[in-house]
């Protein structure tokens, strides 16, 4: 069972490249979502999608865009990277009955 | 003031300790609360899932919920190392699919 699937698993960024990081999800959920892990900030949201065609802000979207591309794949961008965005990056996804979000494995990503 | 509120530790007991995990909360239209464990490098998986106040056991966890004094609780009983993991409190609002998460507390369980 793959579940949710993110890719790449590392990278290393120079400040103003940047990247698409790709999730997906073979569980049939209509919601997906990106988030952050900072150390003593826990998991803050960027973007969720509720359903296909639709997305929305989370906590701290500055900086990122996303792309609900179907209903399996949701990607994050980051156009412009910053030192800031040294993070890593968790995929999740919910279906309707209970909501219970489903991570991926994660992309430590570092800027420098 | 953060919404959820969890000591981050370290928190370490010997193997056979029970443990006792908390996150306080402020907003009382939180309905859903769950814990997931993360081990080192990995994302989080759920590990308690429950509705409004009450208890709800699995095996050695137990999930407990007080609402009058918005505090949540997560009991180990004969922790082991494999125990030893990160553990976030989540919680929701009915009819809001987005969670508000707690910082984690990192457990330590040394044999």
Known sequence: NAGVTQ?????VLKTGQSMTLQCAQDMNHNSMYWYR??????????????????????????????????KREFSLRL????PSQTSVYFCASSGI?????????????SVL | QKEVEQDPGPLSVPEG???????????SA??????????????????????????????RFTAQVDKSSKYISLFIRDSQPSDS?????????????KLVFGTGTRLLVSP
């Not at chain 2, 814990?35 to 208890?55: A, I, V």
């Open chain 1, 7 to 11: 890719t790449p698993k590392f990278q």
């Open chain 1, 37 to 70: 892990q900072d150390p003593g900030m826990g998991l803050r949201l960027i973007y969720y999608s509720a359903s296909e065609g639709t997305t929305d802000k989370g906590e701290v979207p500055n900086g990122y865009n996303v792309s609900r591309l179907n």
């Open chain 1, 79 to 82: 156009e412009s990277a910053a």
């Open chain 1, 97 to 109: 009955a209970k909501n219970i979000q489903y991570f991926g494995a994660g992309t430590r990503l």
């Open chain 2, 17 to 27: 300790a029970i443990v006792s995990l908390n996150c306080t909360y402020s907003n």
């Open chain 2, 30 to 59: 939180f309905q859903y609360f769950m814990w997931y464990r993360q081990y080192s490098r990995k994302g989080p998986e759920l590990l308690m899932y429950t509705y409004s106040s009450g208890n709800k056991e699995d095996g």
């Open chain 2, 85 to 97: 993991a990160t553990y976030l409190c989540a919680m929701r609002k009915t009819g809001f699919q």
